[in-house]
Every structure is written in structure tokens, then in C-alpha cells.
């Protein structure tokens, strides 16, 4: 934290939980903060801003569904203003909030505060401001922000902060979260923070709650986490134990590659390396819109130059001929003249529901009992994969548009055969060396 934001948070008695300060600290454009009800995120937004309040000329937005949520931070920010630092406003608007409608606060250096409602879009055109607040984000409307709001950034190069408790994995989590984790400089990102991080909050209180209240709306609503409402398919997944930096997959490893082609959206590819120990590896992935299939098939091969494919494998639906569309090869064998040997692939979904869950689910290693390790890990360059495991529902299994699933789903129906470990090569081959030692090495016999 700079040394001018320090000074500040220690005159107006503001002293950070760790996960606030870490907010706080991030010089990133673009900050999300997930966290439990009652942990404080009102506050931690609020202070975040005040430092660009308090310099000349700067303009900022909190922005919430309704008048009620902005009111929050509008409170801590006039407290910390007014109160505490002692400056006296040039003009402000419904302060206290007797009534529920717009707030503003005007400064003598020209710094302005205006609380903002998606419910009265026409208030959210015209102006460019400094920084935004998009109080309780989760319960926003993704097309209130493209539309209205991520606009007025643009020529002052505005920020934004979103301090939420998360609401299943909607739009915060693909346009804030992922491209934090994933690396982008411009974005901050941190979840799963338990409102035990703030000291006022009782544990009592959370213990109890945690056998009251249902497993996913007590990790939402308790512990910050993002939460599947819909049905998620594969619960056990987690990007904290089944997401891995890549590592060398080597020659002797078997790898399949699984095709879900489609003429109308992307094709789907997806290949897994499996070790000999059994182990999953999704190594590389393909989502690519409007290729051809020559041109998904020249892919393939320059992949296949770096990671050899042992067996290809290809949506069953690609066997048949479109008449009515005026095929007369089927969508598999196009891709067999084009050097794709691919064989039809069992898409049943139940037994690759059960082998799936299976492998994604953590078990000793070598018999020690706190060494838990899943047999499936997806290297973290595979973005559509990861994405797709975390959004992958019973409605959209029903609906047939999750293509990377599809993929993993036909590969772990056709039972990959795992690599052999090097002592068991080592005994294959003196079992064939004692075999033909009395044979005659010219006859065989």
C-alpha cells in the first residue's frame, strides 16, 4: 500500500483485514473481492476510493440493482469524508438516505460522489468518471455494465472495484475472476474469504449457520465461494487440486484425442496423455470456430508433430450422411481421407459419469493416508476445459452444448489403457528372454 493510502486509513481508524489489504494493495485496474456476508466488503470498496476522492477534479459511480445497495458504501465514504477527516461538503444529496433514491456528495477541490441504480439506466450515460463501485455486483446485470457503464471508463481510464458475495458462477466470475487467475495484470481477484476473517463476526454464529443452512448456500453466503445452483455435474472438481501447470508428457505414454465436430459451432478436440500410473492428464485443447474440416485436420497433425496421438476418436453422429444437407461422405470419414484415422466413440453418458468421478476424486497415494491425490488434472493451458468442468450442468448435458465434455466423455468410455512402468517392461522383456533361450535362434522353434 502506498505510503499517502496508509496515512489516510490510519487518520480515519481504518485498519484492514488481510484480505482487504491485499484489495488494497493491488495496483490492478480492475479488482474483485468475493467474500461471505458481513466480512466487510462495503467497507473495503469504500476505502479503497478514497484516495482518488480526496484528490482534485475526480468523479466516481457506485452502482447497485437497486438505491439500497450504493447506499452502503456511500455511507462509509461521507462518514470517512465528513466526519472523520473534517471536510465540509460544497453541496450533497440525500445523505442520510431518508428516502430511497439517488445520493451525491460535491467537495471543494471538485471531487464528486453519485450512488447510481440499474434501475434507472438513463441515469448511467453521458458522463466519464474516474473509478466505479459496483456495489453487490453479483446481483447486476452483465448487459447494465457493457452497456452503461464500462463506457464511461474509457477517457480517464477509470477502475473498477466489485466487493460482492458471489452468486453462482454468472458473469463476475468470466469477466473479473478468470482473467485474474489466469495471469492478466489489469485484474485482482480474490474469493472463498469466510466472514470469520472479520473480528466483530461471531464464530458461534458461523458454526451454527454452517448445520443450519444447506451445503451451497452456506459456502456462498458464509464462505465467499462460488456455487453451482443449477446442477453442477462434476461437484468434486476444484481448480485448486485438479488444475496443474503442464509438465513433459513422455513418448511412452498413451494419448487419445477425442473430436466433436460441429458445421453451425466450434469444433471441440480435446487430448488426454495417461501416465503408468493410470493418470489423466488433459494436455491440449481445441475450440475453434469455422474451420473446415481440412483445416481442423492440419491442426491436428501439427499438434500430433509435438504429442503423438495413439487413438483418435470422433463424435458417433459422424458416421451418418446428411442427405438433405447434400453430403455424400460422412463428417468421419472426410476426416480419415484427410489423415485422421478416428474410430467411433461410445457417447453414454452414465458409465463416463461414473469413471469421471471416480478419477476426480482424491485418494491416497501409495497408502499415505494425508497424501490425497485425484487421478485426473487438466494442465492450466486448457482454458475451454476448466471453464467447461465449472459450468457443466444437467441442463446443459441435456442441451448437448458443453463440446469439450463431450470430448472427455468419449474418451473415458473407451477405457484408455494406461502406460507401462518401466519395471514392468523391464520384467516383460525376461519373461520373452526366458521363453526363447532353448529355442533355435534361427527356426524360432
Same mark, same amino acid.
Given at each position: ?107 471543494? !477541490? ?77 485484474? !485482482? ?63 511412452? !505414454? ?25 493418470? !489423466? ?165
Amino acid at each position: 500500500m502506498d505510503k499517502v493510502a496508509a496515512a489516510i486509513y490510519k487518520t480515519i481508524g481504518y485498519d484492514p483485514s488481510p484480505s482487504q489489504l491485499e484489495l488494497h494493495e493491488s495496483p490492478s485496474r480492475f479488482k474483485f473481492i468475493g467474500a461471505g456476508a458481513r466480512f466487510g466488503k462495503s467497507l473495503c470498496g469504500a476505502m479503497d476510493v478514497i484516495p482518488d476522492i480526496l484528490k482534485p477534479g475526480t468523479r466516481g459511480w457506485i452502482v447497485g440493482p437497486s438505491y439500497d445497495q450504493p447506499s452502503k458504501e456511500f455511507r462509509y465514504i461521507y462518514d470517512a469524508i465528513v466526519a472523520k477527516l473534517g471536510f465540509k461538503p460544497q453541496r450533497e444529496l440525500n445523505v442520510s438516505f431518508t428516502t430511497p433514491g439517488p445520493q451525491s456528495l460535491l467537495l471543494p !477541490w471538485g471531487a464528486e460522489v453519485f450512488t447510481k441504480s440499474e434501475q434507472n439506466p438513463d441515469a448511467l450515460l453521458g458522463e466519464e468518471i474516474d473509478w466505479l463501485i459496483l456495489s453487490e455486483g453479483s446481483r447486476l446485470k452483465e448487459e447494465t455494465y457493457d452497456m452503461y457503464l464500462r463506457a464511461r471508463l474509457g477517457t480517464r481510464h477509470g477502475r473498477v472495484i466489485v466487493p460482492t458475495t458471489p452468486h453462482g458462477y454468472n458473469w463476475l466470475y468470466k469477466r473479473f475472476y478468470l482473467p485474474a487467475i489466469n495471469g492478466d495484470p489489469e485484474y !485482482w481477484a480474490k474469493v472463498d474469504i469466510k466472514v470469520t476473517e472479520n473480528p466483530t463476526f461471531d464464530k458461534e454464529e458461523y458454526d451454527r449457520a454452517k448445520k443450519e443452512l444447506p451445503e451451497n448456500a452456506f459456502a456462498e453466503q458464509y464462505d465467499g465461494c462460488f456455487v453451482a445452483w443449477s446442477g453442477l455435474i462434476y461437484r468434486r472438481f476444484s481448480r485448486s487440486v485438479h488444475v496443474i501447470d503442464p509438465i513433459p508428457i513422455r513418448a511412452s !505414454w498413451p494419448v487419445y484425442a477425442a473430436i466433436d465436430p460441429h458445421p453451425s459451432t466450434p469444433a471441440a478436440v480435446v487430448w488426454i496423455a495417461v501416465d503408468e500410473y493410470g493418470t !489423466w492428464y488433459v494436455c491440449h485443447e481445441m475450440f475453434h470456430p469455422e474451420l473446415t474440416i481440412p483445416e481442423i485436420s492440419d491442426r491436428l497433425k501439427k499438434i500430433e508433430n509435438k504429442c503423438p496421438v495413439t487413438r483418435y476418436l470422433i463424435d458417433p453422429n459422424a458416421k451418418l450422411i446428411d442427405k438433405l444437407r447434400g453430403q455424400s461422405v460422412s463428417v468421419q470419414m472426410q476426416f480419415r481421407r484427410n489423415g485422421i484415422p478416428c474410430v467411433e466413440a461410445n457417447n453414454k453418458f452414465d458409465g463416463a459419469w461414473y469413471k469421471i468421478t471416480e478419477m476426480l476424486t482424491p485418494k491416497p497415494v501409495f497408502g499415505e493416508e494425508d497424501n490425497l491425490k485425484p487421478k485426473l488434472f487438466v494442465f492450466n493451458t486448457c482454458k475451454k476445459t476448466i471453464e467447461e468442468f465449472e459450468n457443466y450442468t444437467w441442463e446443459n448435458e441435456k442441451t448437448g452444448k458443453s463440446h469439450i465434455m463431450d470430448c472427455i466423455k468419449y474418451i473415458a468410455n473407451d477405457n484408455p489403457v494406461r502406460a507401462l512402468r518401466e519395471e514392468e517392461l523391464e520384467k516383460m522383456k525376461q519373461e520373452e528372454e526366458e521363453r526363447f533361450k532353448d529355442r533355435n535362434a534361427r527356426t524360432g522353434y
